[in-house]
């Protein structure tokens, strides 16, 4: 992919890269207990300033060799999962629209 975004990996990045090979774990984890519903857009939205602040965020690192570097993915992820929220919309309110009761 020519057109893709791409940051170029740091001997750090590829030192935990390979440290994954050997069975460590070097990703960050968490657990979050929420008390209610999570509101979509926001949390959309909350991503993509997340992202815009530290792009390594919405990352994969690519074995390429001779240089690795990351590649920006979840921007297109993002705006896929618009797309098929704005048609999950439509449709429901189609099927609505149709519905006898």
């Known amino acids: 992919m020519s057109s893709s975004i791409r940051i170029p990996a740091s ?11 050997k069975g460590a774990n070097q ?13 979509e857009n926001l949390l959309r939205k909350a991503l993509k300033l ?3 602040e530290d792009p390594i965020l919405g990352c994969r690192l690519v074995e390429d060799n001779p240089i690795p570097y990351w590649e920006l993915i979840l921007a297109s992820v993002i705006e896929e999962s618009e797309n098929l ?8 309110n189609v099927i609505q ?3 006898p009761f």
């Open 50 to 52: 997340a992202i815009n």
């Open 85 to 92: 929220l704005q048609r999950k919309d439509r449709l429901c």
């Open 11 to 21: 001997p750090l990045d590829l030192f935990n890269h390979i440290q994954g090979y």
């Open 97 to 99: 629209e149709v519905q």
């Open 27 to 39: 990703e960050i984890n968490t657990i979050t207990k929420l008390s209610g519903r999570i509101d």
